[in-house]
C-alpha cells in the first residue's frame, strides 16, 4: 500500500477574489503562505518519504515549505496541474456567466464532454490526474508519500476513491492546505479521511491575527 497525503495549495488573491485560475500560475497570498507554514509544522511529525506537486507555484510553493522539515526534494508533475480552462482562464465567475454563457452551463452542470476554446474537457482533466497521481502511487507501494496540487486535482481523486461520476455535482469542501487521506493498493484508492483543516483552528492561530485568517476558499460553483 501507498499512504498518499494529497493537499490542496494555501490561498492566492484569486481563490478570495473566485477568479478562475486554471493553468495560469498565481502565486500564494500572504495568509497561503501562511497555511503553508501552518501545515507543515503539523505534518513535521510524519514519516514522509518523497514529495510530489504540481509544477504551478501555488502548488509547488506549498508543497516546498512542508517538505523542508523532511530534507525532502519537490518533484513537480505537470500531470498535476489544475484544469486547463482555455479562454475563461482568468476571469471571475461572474464574468464568466456573462460572456461565455454556454461555456458557464457546461461547468455548473459538470458537462464531462464539454471542452473550452483552447482548454481541455472535464473527461480529459480527470484521466490526466487519475493517470498522474496513480503513477506516483504506484512508484512508491509501502512508503508515505506528499501530494500537493488543485482543487479539482482534489475532486478527480475523491470521485475516483468513491467511484462517483464526474455528472454528479459536488458534495465536498476542497479548501486551502486541506490535509486529506488516502491509500492506494496498487489498483484502486480508498478515502481513510478528507477535509482536516484543524491545523488552521483553534491553538494554532495564536501567534497571527485571526481577523485576518478567514476560513479557507473552496474551489469551484459545481
Known amino acids: 500500500m501507498a499512504n498518499i497525503l494529497l493537499i490542496r495549495h494555501g490561498e492566492?488573491?484569486?481563490?478570495?477574489?473566485?477568479?478562475l485560475q486554471g493553468y495560469l500560475d498565481i502565486g500564494l497570498n500572504s495568509i497561503g503562505i501562511e497555511q503553508a507554514n501552518l501545515l507543515a509544522k503539523v505534518l513535521a511529525k510524519e514519516h514522509i518519504q518523497a514529495a510530489y506537486a504540481s509544477d504551478l507555484s501555488r502548488a509547488f510553493d506549498t508543497a516546498k515549505t512542508i517538505a523542508h522539515h523532511h530534507q525532502l526534494e519537490v518533484q513537480q508533475d505537470a500531470l498535476l496541474r489544475e484544469r486547463c480552462y482555455g479562454e475563461i482562464q482568468g476571469k471571475t465567475y461572474a464574468e464568466i456567466e456573462q460572456t461565455h454563457p454556454e461555456n458557464y452551463h457546461a461547468w455548473?452542470?459538470?458537462?464531462?464532454?464539454?471542452?473550452?476554446k483552447d482548454g481541455e474537457s472535464l473527461q480529459q482533466f480527470y484521466?490526466?490526474?487519475?493517470?498522474?497521481?496513480?503513477?506516483?502511487?504506484?512508484?512508491?507501494?509501502?512508503?508515505?508519500?506528499?501530494?500537493?496540487?488543485?482543487?479539482?486535482?482534489?475532486?478527480?481523486?475523491?470521485?475516483?476513491a468513491a467511484k462517483i461520476d464526474l455528472s454528479e455535482k459536488r458534495k465536498i469542501e476542497l479548501l486551502n492546505t486541506s490535509l486529506n487521506r488516502l491509500v492506494f493498493d496498487g489498483e484502486?484508492?480508498?478515502?481513510?479521511?478528507?477535509?482536516?483543516?484543524?491545523?488552521?483552528?483553534?491553538?494554532?492561530?495564536?501567534?497571527?491575527?485571526?481577523?485576518?485568517?478567514?476560513?479557507?476558499?473552496?474551489?469551484d460553483l459545481p
Not at 455548473?108 to 473550452?116: D, E, G, I, L, S
Not at 491553538?203 to 476560513?215: G, H, M, N, V
Open 12 to 19: 492566492t488573491d484569486w481563490n478570495r477574489e473566485k477568479r
Open 108 to 116: 455548473v452542470t459538470r458537462n464531462a464532454n464539454f471542452q473550452p
Open 127 to 160: 484521466d490526466r490526474v487519475v493517470l498522474g497521481v496513480k503513477q506516483i502511487a504506484k512508484r512508491h507501494l509501502g512508503q508515505t508519500i506528499l501530494i500537493v496540487a488543485h482543487g479539482g486535482v482534489l475532486d478527480c481523486i475523491y470521485r475516483e
Open 188 to 219: 484502486n484508492f480508498e478515502i481513510l479521511s478528507w477535509g482536516d483543516t484543524s491545523h488552521l483552528q483553534g491553538d494554532a492561530l495564536d501567534e497571527i491575527d485571526r481577523q485576518s485568517f478567514p476560513k479557507s476558499v473552496s474551489w
